[in-house]
């Protein structure tokens, strides 16, 4: 079972920045697409950004086009965010996921297999 770790969530205010990471073990990660979601209280989970696997083709949601960047690390089994100008809207719990499923949408929770446990962050203005 493919196990996906997330870290680097905490307290910012509007305007900084902050990296998140996802650790895998398990798998093959270098054949996953990787994609980020966030779910703030009650709403419900939405794309963030996405990356393919060989092409390294990125996806964003409109929200975060242009502050947010989506990368990967495959000698580190490692896909990172990195959050940039955040505002309070970017207050969520953000969660890593991988294993698209073609026939779904790679903006859909429900085309990816496996999940991590999610990271708190937290925007003030």
């Known amino acids: 079972q493919v196990q996906l770790v997330e870290s680097g969530g905490g307290l910012m205010q509007a305007g900084e920045s902050l990296r998140l990471s996802c650790t895998a073990s398990?798998?093959?990660?270098?054949?996953?697409?990787l994609a980020w979601f966030r779910q703030a209280p009650g709403t419900e989970r939405d794309f963030v950004a996405a990356?393919?696997?060989?092409?390294?083709?990125?996806y964003y949601g409109d929200s975060v086009k242009g502050r947010f960047t989506i990368s990967r690390d495959n000698a580190k089994n490692t896909v990172y965010l990195q959050m940039n100008s955040l505002k309070p809207e970017d207050t969520a719990v953000y969660y890593c996921?991988?294993?698209?499923?073609?026939?779904?949408?790679?903006?859909?929770?429900?085309?990816?297999?496996?999940w991590g446990q999610g990271t708190h962050v937290t925007v003030s203005s």
């Open positions: 990356i393919s696997s060989s092409t390294n083709i990125l």
């Open positions: 398990g798998g093959t990660f270098s054949s996953y697409t």
């Open positions: 996921a991988a294993n698209r499923l073609s026939r779904y949408s790679r903006t859909s929770p429900v085309g990816y297999a496996y």
